[in-house]
């Protein structure tokens, strides 16, 4: 039978038409993937950690990848539910479903661009004066993220006993930027040793402080249990051990 459409279907139409055609070409992507069995791996970490270690084997991998990036509590909860395949994280859940394989300890320090004096500030340490200490380091040029000042709190409260009472003179998107800012430049920051370490190596940056009492954390592999996909997760695995050792 022939129907002529009315202005509110036509109106309605219009409104989910969009809607429509995405469902359905995520079906045919979905379908496609399926007909290929190419397995799809979910991984959580953070920005800095993707960047510096799984960014560049990417392409070498054949399986796809989806990265998501977030912090650590709510990656627990995803892997525990399904969502993710696998997380890098330094802290443990209560979670049953979920294994833990330490694989790397990292140390939280205060780096320096090679342009940064630290001559004196070998000098204050040898005479282990916490007042001149502070005072010095309060007085230099620091850098910060926008998005986590946890390191630089807790190292803070670490070695002086109460939260850092002044602002970073700089605040930039991520680490990988003070990295660079470094390089060029006199400051210093508070990171993690690991996602520095190829600068490090390279004699673009330096430690200029680990600390009174270092503060150390062990990154974890977090997979659910009976994983289908630990061929795949193995082979990300690896990557993380060459990129870190």
């Known amino acids: 039978r022939k129907m002529i459409a009315t202005e509110r279907g036509k109106i309605l139409y219009n409104f989910i038409n ?12 979905f379908h496609a993937s399926v007909e290929k069995e190419k397995p799809t791996i979910s991984v959580g970490m953070c920005f800095e950690t993707f960047q510096f270690t799984l960014e560049s084997h990417l392409p070498t991998l054949d399986f796809n990848v989806i990265i998501k990036f977030g912090d650590y509590p709510e990656m627990l ?17 209560e979670y049953k479903t ?18 940064t004096d630290n001559e004196a500030f070998n000098k204050l340490l040898k005479r282990k004066d916490k007042i001149e200490i502070l005072a010095f380091l309060k007085q230099q040029t ?16 670490q070695n002086f006993g109460h939260r850092p009472d002044f ?13 660079r800012c470094l390089i060029s430049g006199k400051g210093i920051a508070v990171m993690p040793d690991f996602l520095s370490k190829k600068e490090l190596d390279a004699g673009n940056i330096k430690i200029i ?23 795949e997760i193995n082979q990300i695995e690896k990557i993380f051990m060459m990129e870190m050792a």
Do not use: C
């Open 167 to 179: 602002k970073p003179n700089y605040i930039v998107p991520n680490m990988s930027s003070i990295i």
């Open 98 to 115: 979920i294994n833990y394989k330490p694989f790397f300890k990292e140390k939280i320090v205060i780096i320096g661009g090679n342009k």
């Open 18 to 29: 969009e809607s429509l055609v995405k469902l359905v070409e995520a079906e045919n992507h």
């Open 142 to 157: 620091w850098y910060g993220t926008t998005a986590d000042m946890e390191h630089l709190r807790r190292f803070w409260h």
């Open 77 to 93: 909860r995803d892997l525990d539910s399904g969502i993710l395949d696998l997380i890098i994280t330094p802290q443990k859940g």
């Open 209 to 231: 402080w680990d600390g009174f009492s270092p503060i150390e954390n062990t990154l974890y592999f977090g997979t659910r249990k009976n994983n289908i996909h630990e061929k």
